[in-house]
């Protein structure tokens, strides 16, 4: 899924959940190809969608970590397409937020909400009928979803509107402060843009600031040629400094051949066939590093439920140190620190929560705007040349003319040493010599 929030391929903004297949709630998942595609399968009992969903639930280790916290109290906004509140997964939790993609759908167009509410069931669906056990289980099912809408579906007619018109160029960054102004204790960004901007920047920064969990999508051209330096493109937001960026791994918990290598990837989290919610009680199954970035950011909300005064930094922290599956040395560019495991991560942040220091500035707990200049405004820049053909020469001199000096005062004082008489030398020396007696 595809949009642009300036006019130029460049600063494409994407959804990378990569391709879904749909099934209806009584049928089977099915494998997904690369290229999104719908294809048959046969009937299944009504909880077949929560059998689906037990290989993920054990490599996250989530029957152990529900033991701990499900999530209760916290808010994670879903800065994506949309989210089908009425989804009987779902109902309940969803709060609605804004919609910054207002007015590029014709009058009267409904947003189809797929992608959004795929995103939505993995952190917090709860399930459905008696005692929820049919359905999508989530993560955190005890969390609640701030729905916020920063893109649109490919199949939407406003797709190329807002694709095209410059007033929806800073949706994701308006997106964030909204959510963070909501109330949001995590933030999950299920997107793709190739290019950063100040203003997501400025966003993040202030988000971070007011403790919130930012967690995204580290994107899906892995399969592409590498760069020079053998990593694939890298992705905003997931690049910034202090947001999360989740690669996705497949069913052997390998790096997904999709998912982007570079240095920004953090964690990791299965994304292959992984099964969610979609409109309208239907269920999809898909892959990409969406689906991962979901799961991440529900074991974010299980921490913060535990910890609600944990700083994101330390978050973060917790959820590295609890990661299985370390590559050799540690860390790679494919997998980062791992495989994201919910139980050994709230076990991890049990440790390190005593430790969680808030910091006031003179503003006091609402501290500073990093969208304005700190201080006064800082004058023009002084650039200096430096000739380095010049310098080199100088100093080459400047080497050889100190050489020669020292060497001159070494001989200097050899050749003084050797010409002092003994009355300047201070020694006794021998006497006149006395004349023959007559």
């Known amino acids: 899924m595809r949009t642009t929030v300036t006019p130029g391929a460049l600063r494409a903004l994407r959804a990378v959940g990569g391709a879904v297949t749909r099934a209806p709630a009584v049928v089977l998942p099915v494998l997904a190809a690369v290229a999104a595609v719908l294809a048959p399968v046969p009937a299944a009992r009504a909880d077949d969608v929560r059998d689906s969903q037990r290989e993920v639930l054990r490599t996250l280790d989530l029957p152990a970590a529900w033991r701990i916290s499900e999530g209760r109290g916290v808010t994670v906004a879903v800065l994506d397409s949309g989210v089908d509140r009425d989804h009987r997964d779902l109902a309940g939790s969803v709060i609605e937020g804004r919609d910054f993609t207002a007015g590029a759908n014709p009058p009267g167009v409904d947003p189809l909400r797929l992608h959004g509410t795929y995103m939505a069931s993995l952190i917090a669906g709860h399930g459905h009928g008696p005692g929820g056990a049919d359905g999508v289980i989530g993560v955190a099912p005890r969390a609640r979803v701030l729905s916020v809408r920063v893109i649109l579906e490919d199949e939407e007619p406003g797709f190329r509107e807002f694709n095209t018109a410059e007033r929806y160029e800073n949706v994701v ?64 937001p997931a690049a910034f ?74 978050v973060v922290q917790a959820i590295t140190e609890g990661a299985t599956r370390r590559p ?11 495989v994201v495991n919910a139980t050994r991560a709230l076990a991890a942040a049990a440790r390190i929560s005593r430790h969680t220091l808030t910091a006031e500035g003179a503003r006091g707990a609402g501290g500073h705007d990093p969208a304005r200049p700190l201080g006064p405004a800082a004058g023009p820049v002084r650039v200096v040349h430096r000739d380095r053909d010049r310098i080199t020469l100088y100093g080459g001199v400047a080497v050889a003319a100190g050489f020669g000096a020292v060497v001159s005062l070494i001989a200097l004082a050899v050749f003084v040493g050797r010409t002092r008489s003994p009355e300047t030398s201070g020694r006794p020396g021998p006497g006149p010599v006395a004349a023959p007696w007559p």
């Not at 497949?250 to 066939?273: E, I, Q, T, W, Y």
């Open 173 to 236: 960054a308006r997106g964030i402060r909204h959510a963070v102004d909501r109330g949001a204790d995590v933030i999950n960004m299920s997107i793709s843009k190739e290019l950063a901007t100040r203003e997501e920047r400025s966003a993040i920064r202030y988000a971070i600031s007011k403790g919130v969990v930012l967690v995204a999508a580290a994107g899906n051209e892995g399969a592409k040629e590498p760069d020079a330096g053998g990593h694939a493109p890298y992705s905003y």
């Open 241 to 314: 400094p202090g947001v999360v960026s989740v690669a996705a791994t497949d069913r052997g918990l390998r790096r997904a051949s999709f998912s982007n290598r570079n240095p920004s990837v953090l964690v990791a989290a299965p994304g292959v066939d992984i099964l969610g919610a979609g409109p309208g009680d239907e269920y999809w199954v898909g892959r990409g590093t969406s689906q991962a970035t979901a799961l991440v950011s529900g074991v974010a909300a299980l921490i913060k439920a535990k910890y609600p005064k944990m700083s994101p930094v330390l």
């Open 328 to 338: 050799t040395g540690g860390y790679d560019t494919g997998t980062g620190f791992g």
